[in-house]
């Protein structure tokens, strides 16, 4: 059984920046591909960015491209979103993700075999 749980949410001012963890469960870490979305209310999930098995591509939303990174340990089972200059516009649950495939376009969509419970991220002054 894969679980992904997440972490590092939180409340934070506008500009500021947060990093998120994902810790993931199973042997077969190394070969899938993560990604993060994001839900705020009353919206559909959206992504937000992916990163592939071997960590040597990733994808961005236009929309938090030069802000966010994705970035991946396979020592430590964990992949990471650091969050910077974060908006009011960006609250929402972020979502971690995996295709046990390691389909890093795949990934850009909600079809992934996994989801982790979301951790809530909240800009605001």
């Known amino acids: 059984q894969v679980q992904l749980v997440e972490s590092g949410g939180g409340l934070v001012q506008p500009g500021g920046s947060l990093r998120l963890s994902c810790a993931v469960s199973g042997r077969t870490f190394s070969r899938y591909a993560m990604g993060w979305f994001r839900q705020a209310p009353g919206k559909e999930r959206q992504f937000v960015a992916a990163i592939s098995w071997s960590g040597g591509s990733t994808y961005y939303a236009d929309s938090v491209k030069g802000r966010f990174t994705i970035s991946r340990v396979s020592g430590k089972n964990t992949v990471y979103l650091q969050m910077n200059n974060l908006k009011p516009e960006e609250t929402a649950v972020y979502y971690c993700?995996?295709?046990?495939?390691?389909?890093?376009?795949?990934?850009?969509?909600?079809?992934?075999?996994?989801w982790g419970q979301g951790t809530q991220v909240t800009v605001s002054s």
């Open positions: 993700a995996a295709d046990a495939r390691g389909d890093v376009v795949r990934t850009t969509t909600p079809a992934v075999d996994y």
